[in-house]
């Protein structure tokens, strides 16, 4: 993330009255069909109440937003053809388009933005997002006033990519718990593609919306979304041209191994809101490791500079605290956690867990999400004995697929896992939600599964969500990364060097600081 982007658009929140012109694309020609290929496995393609990028990428296509974000973090009109911020942010008033209807044919107006940040506050895992939400004033079918308890400087990007879909009040209100409700898996929204064809773990089809409220596009027929088993599969598949563009490429083999076809272009650009982490998630229930010594010893217990540079070539980067390196509010003075044995052996000692006659002090289950080998499964293999050194005896279990990894975790089954994890553009976006006691949410993955809570970490974290001073912001988060750092309810490993892989006959490829989890209405075949 750069700390420009992040300035402006701090600044554009408290700018007043906003209709902004966006930026010209490359007028496309209609046609085609975009294969996109995934190894992420969606559940359901309901973005309002779940997190990932299974869900996001089709979620964008499906869901209009009231805002976009370009690739310069400036907010641009969607659903709202212009907005206003009222002087201390604790107001937005967006001005609906009266031309946008959901793909069943009926109209969208404020009832149903006042019911979407209601869904998204209730059962999104990024709780905190719309947590100071106290109203939204619908009185006006076309105009959504949105009042907050305090300042929410990242109300504005927290409306974009797949944050805030605006769902229809009509289809999802009826009572039904919105997180299992039928229509999660044949959706109905107001993107500019139209649910077809939804066969889990195997293929998503998307239809153009010849009803879309932006005059001209999408220009694509249909967009397909193909899963593929592993990362090896898919790159192989990119590479025969059988797929069109294959995003969150973060295999550095892949990486270079695609580079090399002169028909693709591969980039890194388009992750700069993502802020992509690996990392080494603690249950702090457990027995053993709701000792803090326990979870510093193994913090100290691995090489982060053998995994960046021997399993990832070089390509990754170490990860240190919570907010990833690049953005404004990371915090580089923290306890780094590098490689000491002698040290882990000696808290593990003070943690009252000696050695056993076979060296081990105490044994561990360890998971990891498949289909991310490189990032996960041969990180999970370096630990395993690698922690033996310290006496921890590791056994990998391995989930057959990812809504059962998920489960697992989002359900507290587990001891250890790595997980990757996004900080979203702002931290009250993506980091609070990890460490707020409040959003310790059995059953929601990505939320706070680590079961951590240090109250003055919380009072941190609430006043840098509502402090309009940017230097003030980053002060209280860098206090409180101090404070989650020391306290190691996870190991950091690593930033992911997220890349796209596409076809050169692509034009208007999505490079916004979402990237794929943006519509793709201007994307179109050369």
Known sequence: MRKIGVMALAATLLAGTFGITPLKAEQGKPGGTLVMGTTQKAR???????????????????????????????????L??????????????????????????????????????????????????????ENVDTSDPHIAIITFSKSH??????????????IPKHVYGDGQDLKSHPMNNAPVGSGPFKFKEFKPGE????????????????????????????????ALATDKGEVTMFPFLSSTKD?????????????????????????????TNNEILKNEKVRQAIAYGFDRNFITNALHGGQSTAATGPVAPGS??????????????????????EAGYKPGEDGMRFKLKLDYIPGAAEMQKSVAEYLKPQLKKIGVDVELRASPDFPTWAKRVGGHDFDMSLDIVFNWGDPVIGVHRTYSCE????????????????????????LAAEEQDTDKRIALYQEAQEIIVSEAPLAFINTLPYHTAYSKKLGNPPLTVWGAMSPLDEVYFK
Request: aromatic share 10%; hydrophobic share 40%.
């Open 203 to 234: 293929y998503i089809i998307l239809e153009k919306n010849s009803d879309y409220f932006l005059e001209g596009r999408p220009y694509l027929d249909k967009i397909i979304i193909k899963n593929y088993k592993d990362t090896t599969s898919l």
């Open 328 to 349: 404004p509010f990371y915090a580089a003075d923290v306890e780094k956690f590098e490689l000491d044995i002698e040290k882990a052996n000696k808290l593990l000692d």
């Open 255 to 283: 990486i270079r191994r695609l580079k090399k076809n002169d028909d693709l272009v591969v980039t890194s650009k388009g992750y700069e809101a993502v802020g992509p982490m690996n990392w080494l998630a603690f249950n």
């Open 80 to 133: 709202a053809e212009s907005w206003n911020v009222s002087q201390d942010g604790r107001s937005i008033t967006l001005n609906l388009r009266k031309n946008a209807r959901f793909h069943d044919g009926e109209p969208i107006t404020s009832e149903d933005v006042k019911f979407s940040i209601e869904t998204v506050k209730t059962n999104h895992p990024f709780k905190s997002m719309f947590e100071p939400v």
């Open 439 to 462: 959003n310790i949410r059995k059953g929601v993955i990505w939320s706070n599964t680590q079961s951590y809570c240090n109250g003055k970490v919380d009072g941190l974290l609430k």
């Open 153 to 166: 400087p990242a109300a504005l990007l927290a409306m974009s990519s797949a944050l805030l879909p605006i």
């Open 44 to 78: 359901h393609l309901n973005p309002a109440v779940q997190s990932g990028i299974a869900t996001a990428v089709p979620g964008t296509q499906i869901f209009a937003t009231p805002l976009r974000i370009d690739e310069n973090w400036q907010p641009q009109p969607y």
